[in-house]
């Protein structure tokens, strides 16, 4: 049996998200194997906003279309939202945790942080936010693998940094966690902590065996989330938080069924605003749902934040 190629970056957090699927697919009965593949985000260590998120996904979408690799396991995330009708993601499998977290000194929450602490974050999402706490925070940028951020906080560089908790479980490190950020604080980035397991349009056979590890309610979620980045992106550019989740209801009849339950914001860059929004719709209908929230979102002035911003 020829095993399936999975490509992905060399990171420590990529080898065990792409080795957790590799795994899977073992278990399944399919041969599988990792091949990594060098990206310009991991030998650019300028900050992302320059270099573009982007850069994650490009290297491994063309080893995909080459036929270096038959598969690719990216985070989420970091895919384009402009559908490329080369690949399908196959699979979105359960998903981690998706908020954010902080790794603070002397075991520090965000509210004992004292005005002027020192807090690094890789994300305008992250920031903006921060900023709009109120918290008298210095926010400076942060790159470098997990391990590398984790670090500047342990030597003392930094006083606290703001990661994506899913990355932190997956790699064992969430003793550094000294609080999760609850939505109410931070919306995390649509798809976070989720992964998207991509192939060939056209390796149907590959795509439908992939599927056996799709998880429909992740799936849906982040449809939610994903549409409602992707209408804003069409509108502006200022940092974009969402959450979704599949939860059950109860009808006037007794009878129960599952409904995706979505929340969304735009903030100002400078944090002297966020808006929100949110919803409710059917799973079959997460992509519509996305797209009301972010129309609500314009409707509140979304589009003068944006600008403002530009």
Do not use: W
């Not at 560089?157 to 931070?186: F, H, N, S, Y």
């Not at 992939?210 to 550019?237: H, K, N, P, Q």
């Amino acid at each position: 049996m020829t095993a399936i190629r999975i490509g992905t970056r060399a990171s420590l957090l990529a080898m065990t998200q792409a080795g957790a699927i590799r795994d899977a697919l073992i278990a399944n009965g399919h041969a599988a194997e990792l091949v990594t593949i060098s990206t310009e985000g991991d030998r650019n260590q300028g900050p992302i906003a320059d270099i573009g998120v982007g850069v994650f996904t490009a290297a491994l979408r063309e080893a995909i279309h080459d036929g270096r690799v038959d598969a690719a396991v990216h985070s989420y995330k970091d895919l384009p939202t402009a559908h490329d009708p080369r690949f399908v993601i196959a699979a979105v499998p359960p998903r981690e945790d998706p908020r954010d977290a902080l790794v603070a000194r002397d075991g520090m929450v965000l509210g004992e942080l004292p005005a002027g602490s020192v807090v690094g974050t890789s994300s305008p999402r992250r920031a903006a936010q921060l900023r709009a706490l109120g918290l008298g925070l210095e926010i400076r940028p942060l790159r470098g693998n997990l391990d590398t951020r984790l670090n500047r906080v342990s030597n003392g560089d930094l006083d606290g940094i703001v990661v994506a908790r899913a990355g932190l479980a997956r790699i064992g490190r969430l003793a550094d966690v000294t609080e999760t950020l609850e939505p109410v604080q931070m919306l995390p980035a649509p798809a976070q902590g989720a992964l998207a397991v991509e192939c060939r349009a056209d390796d149907t056979e590959l795509a439908a065996l992939l599927a056996e590890l799709d998880d429909a309610d992740t799936r849906a979620a982040v449809t939610a989330e994903r549409a409602l980045l992707a209408r804003l992106e069409a509108g502006c550019s200022a940092p974009v938080g969402a959450i979704a989740e599949v939860v059950e209801s109860i009808d006037e009849d007794g009878n129960v069924f599952e409904e995706v339950s979505l929340r969304g914001c735009v903030a100002a860059l400078n944090g002297s605003d966020v808006i929100r929004a949110s919803g409710v719709g059917t799973p079959d209908r997460a992509r519509e749902l996305g797209l009301s929230v972010a129309e609500e979102l314009f409707d509140l002035g979304a589009r003068e934040l944006m600008a403002d911003a530009n």
